[in-house]
């Protein structure tokens, strides 16, 4: 069977450690990905790079931190990065696509489906697409997190057999190898917890952004849409084949989930949240455990200023993120059936319906 791979490489996978791209590690995976689709797969390529391509060009000597020096780098790096992968991948017959994106597309769901139809035509046409935030416009200091978020929103969007971040750690460990020789490498990963994260530090390296932290956020966010998740090193011909097939040097990271439908994607993962509520425990077992929908009963209190059929964030009195759903009142509405029983809110509130969040409406994140 035909298989969907989203492969993410990370800029210090594809730049010399002063910055500016290596060609021999760009002609390295560009035969590693072409073997895969000669394989009878349907490949995507979530690259960064672009920034670390481009600051030495325009004189930085290490990569810029303020974000309009960011911005011009990537405007000069998108364009050598593009035309390394186009060289390379040519070299094997295999034509390239270019597709830049934002938090922004993701989040208006006509965006966000324009950009499913056009990949999946490439697809279909033998094309491999090449995927890259669109850093010279973006406002937000280049949130995606070295794309390794933008890698996971991508391979839900595909509905991906399965997601490959490559980095330079062959998988997570219970702690940083270079530091303890006693650190254990994790093999397997059925549900990410508090601790994982733990395990999975912090920063990333002097080109990239991205650190294992962002990885296990990513495959959080994949694992959520039923897209089984593999992080480790792609270093020698075969690695990333062996990475797919399911003996990789790296982490696997396992899911029992299905994919989720489109719409329920758009508001877990791309939507824009316009607002919190608040809820207490019993509202919170409902949701998180019941499969039920959020009644005014639960409900402790709101932000934001939202309307009905806007997305909304839920969270505990802790201030810890449940889930998120399409609200069927105002936050005004919600403010005052705060608290109150089903009998009450009919007689005190006009509202079009009694769920807060219609249980069909709602993607728990917890």
């Known amino acids: 069977m035909t298989q969907r791979i989203v492969v993410k490489i990370g800029s210090s996978s594809l730049t010399s450690e002063t910055g500016g791209l290596n060609p021999d590690k760009i002609q390295f995976f560009a035969a590693e ?9 349907q490949v995507l390529l979530v690259t960064s790079g672009a920034v670390a391509a481009g600051f030495t060009s325009l004189g930085y000597r290490t990569r810029p931190k303020v974000l309009h020096e960011k911005q011009a780098a ?24 270019q597709i830049l994106l ?66 330079d750690m062959d998988g997570l460990y ?7 020789a006693n650190a254990q490498r ?35 966010i994949a694992m959520r849409g039923g897209v089984p998740v593999f992080i480790g090193r792609v270093l020698e011909p075969g690695d990333l084949n062996l990475a797919v097939q399911g003996t990789g040097k790296g982490t696997y990271f396992d899911t029992a989930l299905n994919n989720l439908p489109v719409k329920k994607q758009w508001v877990g993962f791309h939507s824009l949240p316009q607002g919190q509520i608040i809820v207490d425990q019993g509202a919170r077992a409902a949701l998180i455990n019941g499969g039920k929908s959020l009644l005014p009963a639960g ?18 009195s802790e201030g ?47």
């Open 33 to 41: 990905l072409a073997r895969l689709q000669a394989e009878g797969n």
């Open 74 to 97: 990537a405007a000069v790096g998108q364009a050598l990065l593009m035309q390394a992968y186009h060289e390379a991948f040519a070299s094997h017959g295999v034509s390239v696509a």
């Open 102 to 167: 934002t938090r922004y597309d993701f989040s208006n769901r006509k965006r966000v489906q324009n950009a499913m139809m056009t990949i999946d035509e490439l697809l279909q046409r033998g094309v491999v697409p090449i995927i890259n935030e669109n850093d010279t416009v973006s406002v937000d200091e280049l949130k995606f997190g070295d794309n390794d978020t933008l890698s996971a929103l991508v391979g839900n969007l595909v509905k991906a057999s399965k997601l490959i971040i490559i980095t």
């Open 174 to 180: 219970t702690d940083d190898p270079r530091k303890n």
């Open 186 to 220: 994790i093999d397997r990963v059925d549900a990410i917890s508090d601790e994982l994260f733990s395990f999975a530090g912090g920063s990333g390296s002097a080109v990239g952004t991205g650190g294992m932290r962002s990885k296990v956020e990513a495959a959080r």
């Open 299 to 316: 409900i402790t209190g709101a932000t934001g200023d939202f309307h009905p059929g806007d997305v909304v964030e839920v969270v505990c």
């Open 320 to 366: 810890t993120l449940l889930g998120r759903g399409v609200v069927n009142y105002a936050a005004w509405q919600v403010q005052a059936a705060a608290g109150l029983s089903t009998d009450d809110v009919q007689r005190r509130v006009e509202v079009a319906r009694i769920e807060v969040i219609h249980r069909d409406e709602w993607v728990p994140l917890a």
